[in-house]
């Protein structure tokens, strides 16, 4: 029997330095207990440290691609947790016990008014706010009992959209659709633990609260997020070596 929840990702690329960092800091953390899953496409590389590797014919826009790869997958472990790659652990994966639904869903926290112009035009963002049209985020997802029906709905859903919810936005706004069809059987994660975002360098005294507090995934935001990622990388290292001695 596994000790943690799946850790899921999906990734296509030649530049695989973002997934690395989220493998090594899971192991770090959780050890090779931990069943560690790379979705992807037929000829990106596999991440050193994954425990093993999904492979799908996937169509060439990303949201389609990552929809398409999600209710693809067919776990392996009654938990799995579906991340985003530009993410790092920290704490030990737990997810909410004494639940009455099977799928988990992070609701996004802050709130802005949507740019209807970037990365192109989006008529149906004009004058909305985020909370508006995208009230979850997707960098935090877990199921429990084999729900990839969930996914094959949204799959299916974005499909249908214009072509441009297919190149961004199209698994959020594929989500909120769904929801908004009278699907209720969700519990809400905690979004400070499971994704929390931060835009700028992660510090030690940061990363000390994050722990104490039993945050678990800090996932990177913004133009600098990679070199954020792997300099955090570093940082991590340098805290759990300081713990062991």
Not at 197 to 203: P, R
Request: aromatic letters at 14%; one cysteine or more.
């Amino acid at each position: 029997m596994r000790d943690f929840p799946s850790i899921v990702f999906f990734w296509i690329g030649e530049n695989t330095s973002i997934p690395k960092c989220l493998v090594h800091t899971t192991r770090l953390v959780m050890g090779n207990s931990v069943n560690i899953v790379q979705l992807t496409n037929k000829n990106t590389e596999e991440i050193d440290g994954v425990t093993s590797v999904k492979r799908y014919e996937l169509p060439e826009q990303i949201m389609l691609a990552r929809l398409k790869a999600y209710s693809k997958y067919e776990p392996e472990t009654e938990e799995v947790f579906f991340c985003d790659a530009d993410s790092i652990f920290i704490n030990k994966l737990s997810l909410p016990k004494n639940n009455k639904n099977k799928i988990f869903l992070t609701p996004r926290q802050q709130d802005f008014k949507i740019n209807a112009t970037y990365p192109e035009y989006y008529e149906e963002f004009v004058n909305k706010n985020a909370k508006e049209v995208m009230p979850f985020l997707f960098g935090a997802i877990a199921t429990i009992s084999n729900q990839q029906s969930f996914f094959r709905e949204l799959y299916n859903i974005c499909l249908k959209l214009p072509d441009r919810f297919h190149r961004w936005y199209g698994d959020q706004y594929s989500l909120n659709k769904f929801l908004d069809g009278g699907f209720d059987e969700y519990e809400n994660l905690n979004t400070e633990i499971y994704l929390n975002i931060l835009k700028e360098q992660l510090t030690l005294r940061y990363l000390e609260n994050a722990i104490n507090e039993n945050v678990q995934l800090i996932t990177f935001k913004g133009p600098n997020s990679k070199i954020y990622l792997e300099q955090s990388t570093i940082l991590i290292n340098y805290f759990y070596e300081k713990m062991s001695i």
